[in-house]
C-alpha cells in the first residue's frame, strides 16, 4: 500500500540548471507534507516541508509545491549545484490525536548534478 | 546545532539474540520515533512515542520489539529475539511540533 509515491528513481541534471523531484499521494487525511534528503550511511536530513494550506513554500534555492486536487507535490531545486547530489525523499504526515506525526515516506529518488 | 545521536553506529548480533539500540532525542523535543530502512528499500515507520508511552505503532513493530525512555534522555529499540529479517537501518527520530530531525542511524546485522 503505496500512500506516497515517487515515480522516477533517478534524475539526473546539470549543474546550474533546474531539478524537479515530484512525489504523489493517495492519502486525502495528509496535511502535512516534507522533503528529506539523505547521504549514504546517513540519516534523512529535514530540507523543506508544507503545510496543506499552503500551495508553495520557498527557501533559498529550494521550493516546494503542493497540489491538493492533484494529490502531488514537487521540489524544485534551482540553480542545482553537485553537492544536491543525494536521494531525496518525499514524506507526509497526518497528526494524531496526541499530535505527533507518523511520517509516511516515498521510496526515495536518486538526484545526480553532474557538474 | 542539536542533534539526534544514536549508538552504535553499527551492530552485529547472533539470529535470536536481543538488541538494544540506543537514542538520545533532542532535548526539548516531546514526539520520539524510530523508523527502520531494509537495504534498497524505503523508509518505513516503527513506532512513535509520546508521553511516556506508544502513541502509535505499524504492523511491523509486533510482540518482538519494545520501547523506552528509562531516565528521561535516552530512548531506546528493543528487538527481543532477532530474525535475519531484522537486518537494516534503523533511525531514531525526535520532533517538537514541526519536522522531525533524525539521527545517523544504527545498522543492524543479523547473522
Known amino acids: 500500500d503505496q500512500q506516497v509515491k515517487q515515480n522516477s528513481p533517478s534524475l539526473s541534471v546539470q549543474e546550474g540548471r533546474i531539478s524537479i523531484l515530484n512525489c504523489d499521494y493517495t492519502?486525502?487525511?495528509?496535511?502535512?507534507f516534507l522533503w528529506y534528503k539523505k547521504y549514504p550511511a546517513e540519516g534523512p536530513t529535514f530540507l523543506i516541508s508544507?503545510?496543506?494550506?499552503?500551495d508553495k513554500n520557498e527557501d533559498g534555492r529550494f521550493t516546494v509545491f503542493l497540489n491538493k486536487s492533484a494529490k502531488h507535490l514537487s521540489l524544485h531545486i534551482v540553480p542545482s549545484q553537485p553537492g544536491d547530489s543525494a536521494v531525496y525523499f518525499c514524506?507526509?504526515?497526518?497528526?494524531?490525536?496526541?499530535?505527533?506525526?507518523?511520517?509516511?515516506f516515498g521510496k526515495g529518488m536518486k538526484l545526480t548534478v553532474n557538474p | 546545532e542539536p542533534e539526534v545521536t544514536q549508538t552504535p553506529s553499527h551492530q552485529v548480533t547472533q539470529m535470536g539474540q536481543e538488541v538494544i539500540l540506543r537514542c538520545v532525542p533532542i532535548?526539548?523535543?516531546?514526539?520520539f520515533y524510530w523508523y527502520r530502512q531494509i537495504l534498497g528499500q524505503k523508509v518505513e515507520f516503527l513506532v512513535s512515542?509520546?508521553?511516556?508511552?506508544?502513541?502509535?505503532k505499524s504492523e511491523i513493530f509486533d510482540d518482538q520489539f519494545s520501547v523506552e525512555r528509562p531516565d528521561g534522555s535516552n530512548f531506546t529499540l528493543k528487538i527481543r529475539s532477532t530474525k535475519l529479517e531484522d537486518s537494516a537501518m534503523y533511525f531514531c527520530?525526535?520532533?517538537?511540533?514541526?519536522?522531525?530531525?533524525f539521527g545517523q542511524g544504527t545498522r543492524l546485522t543479523v547473522v
Open positions: 532535548s526539548n523535543h516531546l514526539y
Open positions: 514524506a507526509a504526515s497526518a497528526k494524531s490525536r496526541s499530535g505527533s506525526e507518523k511520517l509516511v
Open positions: 512515542f509520546y508521553n511516556n508511552e506508544i502513541s502509535e
Open positions: 508544507i503545510s496543506s494550506i499552503k
Open positions: 527520530a525526535s520532533s517538537g511540533y514541526t519536522e522531525a530531525f
Open positions: 492519502n486525502s487525511m495528509f496535511d502535512y
